[in-house]
């Protein structure tokens, strides 16, 4: 059973980052992901960054979003997400710059989703 699939962070990675074959493994007692990635050095096979809790690997994933000219709609999935109406408030403005991991994973994954019409 494929349950994995249905995790954020799977999602993310396979459908926005490009992964390709992620699969869970027991290591050291804890569950970790890995799966194939293109890079400059051909496909590799690594660990799958979680970035749904790692708030780093989010980072590099939204420089990712904002290559791919998605920055706009990332940034409106954000908002909206988060309830962001007025970002010429202050409080409005916190609660889009304080989003967590996950609120920004299903953000991205919106604006990407979007984008694919």
Known sequence: MEYYKDLL???FAEEVMGWSGV???REG???RFYGTIHTNRGP???EVPDYS???DAMWGAEQYM???GLA???LEALKDLVGAADLSTPEDLFRLVSASPAQRCEAALT???LSRG
């Open 72 to 74: 706009e709609g990332y």
């Open 23 to 25: 699969e869970p493994a």
């Open 9 to 11: 962070h799977v999602r």
């Open 44 to 46: 590799q096979r690594r």
């Open 53 to 55: 809790h790692d708030l």
């Open 66 to 68: 904002k290559s791919l």
């Open 111 to 113: 604006a990407y989703r």
């Open 29 to 31: 007692g804890a569950m």
